[in-house]
């Protein structure tokens, strides 16, 4: 009492004044020792610190008293903070297992992404649908993008398609009424058209396209409504769903990164996915040597792809970052005699980027000639 009544106390000292006191009132200090071990590993850069400070700040949460005000949220992020660090280690059994008492406690989204990480789409995507029967699951773009591309994982295409139509009506009416930008609904359509195509069903597909060539036509020669801001995680969201057939199969010997979701990945599937970039570096030198230039555009837009993971959502000089990877695929695709789907591929992939930079005009020329080339009008 001395000490937390001495003036500024360091986070490290409240968090041992917090210790003593917890144990002779627990009820009073018991949550400020959660929050105070929480706020300490916020500033920690070392993962094992990390770990045993979201494991005290657990243990700590569940001692709490039942009915406590804000008991449950205090329990859930800890259990976030732990689940993360374990992770973060590579632990990925015990991750999962904080995971699944995560959903014990009402959230759910950190194990759906685990069990996608691993492959088990159908489990992912049945949480996202409990979770939207019981109210806890928002209509929003987050959730409703990562929903379908767990269903579209599973194999449920029509399902996917669905709930991504939800989202794509609720966008339309905001963006009617100004509550959010076109190009989030631009990339949107193209998204859905992708989705349909996947399954042959060409006329959505080519309706979803013209739509959005038609809101392009807008941005082209009015430019957005408002100045948003900051709107990169989605395009990025996005875009490197749009890549996840090209990659390899997620397993639980093998995870990936859970598609879909807004890039706040487990570390150890981000690093692994990030981890492959000298490899699919070196696989594009050799193709380009060997003028194998389909699989060439193909490898060239997976190292794109995780270029986006990797700094996406950043907007210092994005156009100028990135602007070589688009360029270079619509290079490469021109060259393929014969292959206009990849180059409506590489020239949509340019268009969104464009958006994203807010190009439109040279964004609405990609896109109309790539809505030329697969015949939509």
């Known amino acids: ?202 006329a959505s597909a080519a309706a979803a396209r013209r739509e959005a060539l038609r809101v392009l036509e807008e941005l082209a020669s009015t430019g957005e409504p408002h100045n948003w801001s900051c709107i990169l995680g989605w395009w990025s969201t996005l875009f490197v769903l749009s890549g996840r057939a090209a990659e390899p199969a997620a397993s639980p010997e093998s995870p990936m990164p859970p598609f879909g979701t807004d890039l706040r990945w487990s570390r150890d599937a981000r690093d692994g996915f990030l981890g492959m970039l000298p490899g699919l570096e070196a696989e594009a030198a050799r193709l380009r040597e060997a003028g194998r230039l389909p699989e060439l555009v193909d490898v060239q837009r997976r190292i794109g792809i995780r270029a986006a993971v990797r700094e996406g959502d950043r907007p210092y000089l994005f156009e100028e970052r990135f602007t070589p990877y688009f360029d270079e695929g619509v290079t490469l695709a021109r060259r393929l005699p014969g292959n206009p789907a990849r180059l409506a591929r590489a020239l949509t992939d340019r268009s969104m980027f464009l958006v994203a930079a807010r190009s439109f005009q040279p964004a609405h020329a990609d896109f109309a000639e790539a809505v030329a080339l697969l015949h939509d009008r």
Request: hydrophobic share 45%; charged share 30%.
């Open 1 to 202: 009492m001395l000490l937390l009544g001495s003036g500024r106390p360091s986070r490290a000292e409240l968090v041992g004044a917090y210790r003593v006191l917890a144990e002779v009132s627990p009820k009073a200090y018991m949550p400020k020792l959660v929050d105070a071990l929480l706020s300490l590993r916020s500033e920690s850069r070392a993962p094992k610190v990390d770990l045993a400070l979201a494991a005290e700040a657990s243990r700590a949460a569940r001692r709490m008293e039942a009915g406590a005000p804000q008991r449950a949220e205090r329990l859930r992020r800890a259990l976030d903070a732990y689940q993360a660090s374990l992770f973060a280690l590579g632990r990925r059994a015990e991750g999962r297992a904080i995971c699944e008492e995560l959903a014990e406690a009402g959230r759910s989204d950190a194990l759906a992404g685990v069990l996608a990480e691993e492959g088990r789409f159908r489990e992912a995507a049945g949480l996202d649908e409990e979770a939207a029967r019981n109210g806890i699951l928002e209509h929003s773009f987050w959730n409703m993008v990562r929903w379908a591309a767990n269903l579209e994982g599973a194999g449920l295409h029509d399902a996917a398609s669905a709930v991504f139509r939800e989202l794509l009506e609720e966008t339309r009416r905001k963006a009617a009424e100004q509550r959010t930008a076109l190009a989030i609904l631009t990339w949107e359509l193209v998204h859905f058209s992708r989705m349909r195509e996947t399954v042959g069903d060409g």
